[in-house]
């Protein structure tokens, strides 16, 4: 059996800046890290015992006997592509899927790993960010950004810039004590919403060329960060700074947010949070807030409707935790 362990990140800047139809023309640069959540991934060869060839489970169970019939777009095209059958594949995560964490990619890129390694195949983080934003963007033909793939198989907190038809990772050289501080100064609720991204994603590609001053000072917002967290600013000018990037976010799109998402950011807000976003496309998932040490209570208590989950940053991409063959 293999097992891959796959981190979830969260995205600070530029977010929607990541879409190719931007970036090729205009440049584009995210800031996000991974954290403490993680998808797994186990693989194995399935026995020729059963009435089917193949048994997948994630939130539902399928059992086929050809590749054809898996009802999984990622699942059936990663067979498809890796050229395997007769397999045993199941998803278990720490969080909800469809949250805004980047999970679906998460789940590309540990599944793409584990079958590499059936296969007895190496791979780098840069061979797995690439196959698995072929695999969401080109074979399933999903729309979207492909900062998700690149932060699950590096991981880290990373400026990723993109450039033409290319993107680089650069771990952020913070001071330690500082970004314990930024993390301390974090908080993350989810919103009971699950949302399918697509549609949502759909939208904002569409709104590219109406919305390109927008994307562009996203992306400068995405840039300052990276700069002052690396002179040595105040960390509440990022939290500030997290403020006025939801609100131009937010007003890309009607679909972003809802009602019921912006009377919690609100209420976060008037009880000291700087400021904070919707992580993902938006409709739902989890808020995160940039909050100081006297405040974290009054938040806490204002937003007690909501699940709190706590969280660290974690410096590693996708790893192989069990190997015990194929």
């Not at 009802?71 to 909800?96: C, K, N």
């Not at 033409?164 to 930024?182: E, H, N, Q, S, Y």
């Not at 006297?294 to 940053?313: I, M, N, T, W």
Request: with cysteine.
């Amino acid at each position: 059996m293999i097992v891959t362990k796959t981190p979830f990140r969260l995205s600070f800047f530029g977010g929607g800046t990541d879409f190719p139809d931007f970036y090729r023309e205009h440049g584009a640069t995210v800031l996000s890290t991974t954290f403490d959540k993680y998808c797994y991934v186990s693989l194995r060869r399935l026995p020729l015992l059963f009435p089917y060839k193949s048994e997948f489970v994630y939130s539902k169970t399928e059992r086929v006997t050809e590749n054809g019939e898996i009802e999984h777009p990622a699942i059936r095209e990663a067979m498809r592509w890796q050229g395997l059958s007769q397999v045993r594949l199941t998803y278990d995560a720490d969080l909800p899927a469809r949250s805004g964490l980047g999970t679906s990619s998460a789940f590309a890129v540990g599944m793409l790993h584990a079958m590499h390694i059936a296969k007895g195949e190496d791979v780098t983080p840069l061979m797995l960010a690439r196959e698995a934003i072929e695999l969401e963007r080109v074979r399933c033909k999903e729309s979207g950004g492909v900062q998700d793939q690149i932060a699950a198989a590096f991981g880290g907190f990373n400026r990723i810039d993109f450039a033409g038809d290319t993107f680089t990772v650069t771990p952020l050289a913070i001071d330690t004590a500082r970004k314990k501080m930024l993390e301390e100064n974090l908080m993350l609720f989810f919103t009971g919403v699950s949302r399918y991204s697509m549609a949502l994603q759909e939208a904002h590609q569409k709104a590219i060329p109406q919305k390109t001053a927008e994307l562009c000072l996203m992306r400068d917002m995405a840039r300052a960060s990276v700069d002052l967290l690396l002179r040595d600013a105040p960390l509440a000018e990022f939290g500030e700074l997290l403020h006025e990037a939801w609100c131009l976010k937010r007003g890309i799109s009607a679909s972003v947010t809802t009602d019921m998402i912006d009377a919690f950011y609100e209420k976060a807000r008037r009880a000291g949070a700087l400021g904070g976003k919707l992580l993902g496309a938006g409709g739902g998932g989890f808020l995160l807030f940039y909050v100081e040490p006297d405040k974290r209570e009054a938040v806490r208590k204002a937003l007690s409707p909501l699940v709190e989950v706590s969280f660290s940053f974690t410096d590693v991409g996708t790893r192989i935790v069990t190997n015990t063959g194929f």
